[in-house]
């Protein structure tokens, strides 16, 4: 997945060393000199200003799954611009503030934000490299611990497991705190609603394909366990 950073500052550097750590290929447009990988790409700008549809036209934009804004708070017109163009390509696009102070503009422009924090850079990373469908969720939880939401897929080598059997404790140093799964309810007037029915969990209980589960571990614990959960039985 080709990732395109816009930015500069202590955020730029640490995300950029953990999504190649993570195996994405990342381009970086910056106006200042950063501490880099050497893997990473980088391109020296003399301003943000110089940042328009031609601009960005030229750098192949359309290549992008994803592009992350990253500057200072005294160029906030310049990052709601760049942002305007590349969620008008279609590409899906967030911007890291420093504050709060500018979030209502860009929800107005339908922009995703987030508020800089220590705890972001995995969260971010999480959401570009996991499959959307089996990771719906993933956030800090509490210190070094995050907790994510993940959907057993029908074809995994851990549907149909105990939890027992699926050893996520020994193996992935993960707890289930809550797993619920999907109930078909016929109404009155025929129709048909999906209801999530909370499951009681025990060592016995059975990881069955579509349920869904809410782990709490460290990072790592649940990036290998979602890689684990996709392959096929």
């Known amino acids: 997945m080709r990732v395109l950073v816009i930015g500069e500052g202590e955020f730029v550097e640490k995300f950029v060393d953990k999504a190649i750590e993570a195996g994405l290929d990342v381009y970086v447009i910056s106006s200042e000199d950063i501490k880099l990988p050497p893997a990473s790409n980088f391109e020296k700008i003399k301003n943000y200003g110089v940042i328009d549809e031609d601009f960005l036209e030229n750098r192949d934009i359309p290549s992008f799954e994803k592009v992350i804004i990253s500057i200072p708070e005294g160029n906030i017109a310049e990052a709601i611009s760049i942002a305007s163009i590349t969620k008008k390509e279609d590409i899906d696009t967030l911007v890291i503030l420093p504050t709060s102070r500018y979030e209502n503009i860009f929800d107005t422009l339908g922009i995703r934000t987030l508020v800089l924090t220590v705890e972001i850079i995995p969260k971010v990373i999480a959401e570009i490299t996991f499959s959307k469908d089996v990771v719906k969720n993933i956030s800090p ?35 289930i705190v809550v797993a619920y799964d999907k109930v078909v309810v016929t109404l009155d007037n025929g129709s048909i ?18 349920m869904n589960i809410v782990v709490v571990g460290d990072f790592e614990g649940i990036k290998r366990f979602i890689t684990e959960v996709n392959r096929e039985s």
Not at 147 to 157: D, L
């Open 141 to 175: 939880f509490f210190e070094d611990l995050f907790i994510a939401q993940i959907s057993i897929p029908p074809n995994s080598k851990y549907s149909n497991l105990t939890i027992k059997e699926a050893k996520l404790r020994e193996n992935f140093g993960l707890n």
């Open 193 to 210: 609603k999906v209801l999530n029915s909370r499951i009681n969990i025990t060592p016995l209980t059975v990881l069955k394909p579509g």
